[in-house]
T-cell receptor, first 112, second 114 residues
């Protein structure tokens, strides 16, 4: 059974800092991994998708890396801004028809 | 392009009343469909998922049920709501294209049982 852990659970930092959010999963035989952002009271917005054959993906100030063998993914946020404040969740996929299990997320607060 | 519709956005229902939340997907075929619940300040709890019409997997025994009457329609129901059913309900779909599985979420339904 896949279990997903996200560390830290919450993070509050002044704007401008570079951040690292961690995601670990117990079963490393994943198909791909997706990072999401959730604003309060809203649905989830997809940020980055990493295939199991890739080591990282980049979108603007976001960079996600994947170390499949060790069961870890990291989301880097460069030059953080108050608009980055949200909860960030990761979801590793085992195969196309498997259920999608999430970590509890990292609640990020960027101070102006 | 693919879109997902979930309604209503908010709902206030009395204890003991029935519930029906609907989710539809456009622009894709044979998606996997999911219902999640998020209690205040907590993570996403998977309630049901479906890989095809009439195929429903239940993750948590509870007061809710799900149905998939059409390929791109997923319905969450209850015959009698409990106070503990309050929460934020999210519908999602995932597709398999070019060897990638990717999920997309609706905007959610805030259910308050009073």
């Amino acid at each position: 059974k896949q279990e997903v852990t996200q560390i830290p659970a919450a993070l509050s930092v002044p704007e401008g800092e570079n951040l690292v959010l961690n995601c670990s999963f117990t079963d490393s035989a994943i198909y791909n991994l997706q990072w999401f952002r959730q604003d309060p009271g809203k649905g989830l917005t997809s940020l980055l998708l990493i295939q199991s054959s890739q080591r990282e993906q980049t979108s603007g100030r976001l960079n996600a890396s994947l170390d499949k063998s060790s069961g870890r993914s990291t989301l880097y946020i460069a030059a953080s801004q108050p608009g980055d404040s949200a909860t960030y969740l990761c979801a590793p996929y085992m195969n196309r028809d498997d259920k999608i299990i999430f970590g509890k997320g990292t609640r990020l607060h960027i101070l102006p | 392009s693919q879109t997902i519709h979930q309604w209503p956005a908010t709902l206030v229902q009395p204890v003991g009343s029935p519930l029906s939340l609907e989710c539809t997907v456009e622009g894709t075929s044979n998606p996997n469909l999911y219902w999640y619940r998020q209690a205040a300040g907590r993570g996403l709890q998977l309630l049901f998922y479906s890989v095809g019409i009439g195929q429903i997997s239940s993750e948590v025994p509870q007061n809710l049920s799900a149905s998939r009457p059409q390929d791109r329609q997923f319905i969450l129901s209850s015959k009698k709501l409990l106070l503990s059913d309050s929460g934020f309900y999210l519908c999602a779909w995932s597709g398999f294209g070019t060897a990638i599985v990717e999920a997309f979420f609706g905007q959610g339904t805030r259910l308050t049982v009073v």
